[in-house]
């Protein structure tokens, strides 16, 4: 079946314009994860969703990120006031249930600030 | 959460065994050991879970040793499509939603 997909695969954007990013789980997973992976290093969680809601939001570097996700499907992941800090790859990945550390990942969004 | 250590990065050959040894001094009674490998361009990728002793799945093996400080991913007999990061996790399974990732273990595989 399919996997999880993201879009764009790659994003370049000005300093300080908005960017969504969008993920779509595996059909039937209830739990979505946002991670964030900057150029060499290990995975930054940023927030899960349950179904719709997003009980942790704890790993969102500032209040210029914000997520959501409708119909426990398609999720988007919005930077405001893009800085050149923000440039990573975005990913996105999906279980079947929450408490569970195999997880399905996408294959990210590459997000360049100039 | 427990912290892990890895080696930086390894080099193999083709058709070798490659073992891959992370440390978790501080891991708890409830944490599990799981491994992902991670190709470039490409999010990572679960190759396996463990508790204790060994476990073994079509693609690796994972020997933890009695006190569980250590663990040590086994790759039989590597090809070029291994050439990855690899990723030792540990969390316990309530909780580890939030997938803590390090830098990871770097392994070429030359011909």
């Known amino acids: 079946g399919a996997g999880v997909s993201q879009s764009p695969s790659n994003k370049v954007t000005e300093k300080g314009k908005d960017v969504e990013l969008r993920c779509d789980p595996i059909?039937?997973?209830?739990?979505l994860y946002w991670y964030r992976q900057r150029l060499g290093q290990g995975l930054e969680f940023l927030i899960y969703?349950?179904?719709?809601?997003?009980?942790?939001k704890s790993g969102l570097p500032s209040d210029r990120f914000s997520a959501e996700r409708t119909g426990e499907s398609v999720s988007t992941l919005t930077i405001q006031r893009t800085q050149q800090e923000d440039s990573a790859v975005y990913l996105c990945?999906?279980?079947?249930?929450?408490?569970?550390?195999?997880?399905?990942f996408g294959p990210g969004t590459r997000l360049t600030v100039l | 959460l427990a912290k892990t250590t890895q080696p930086i990065s390894m080099d193999s050959y083709e058709g070798q065994e490659v073992n891959i040894t992370c440390s978790h001094n501080?891991?708890?009674?409830?944490?599990?050991i799981t491994w992902y490998q991670q190709f470039p361009s490409q999010g990572p990728r679960f190759i396996i879970q463990?508790?204790?002793t060994k476990v073994t799945n079509e693609v690796a093996s994972l020997f933890i040793p009695a006190d569980r400080k250590s663990s040590t991913l086994s790759l039989p007999r590597v090809s070029l499509s291994d050439t990855a990061v690899y990723y030792c996790?540990?969390?316990?399974?309530?909780?580890?939603?939030?997938?803590?990732f390090g830098s990871g273990t770097r392994l070429l595989v030359r011909p």
């Open positions: 990945a999906s279980s079947s249930y929450l408490y569970t550390d195999t997880q399905y």
């Open positions: 059909s039937g997973h209830t739990a």
């Open positions: 969703f349950q179904g719709n809601s997003a009980p942790d």
């Open positions: 501080n891991i708890a009674t409830n944490d599990y």
């Open positions: 463990g508790y204790k």
């Open positions: 996790l540990v969390g316990d399974r309530d909780s580890s939603y939030k997938l803590i």
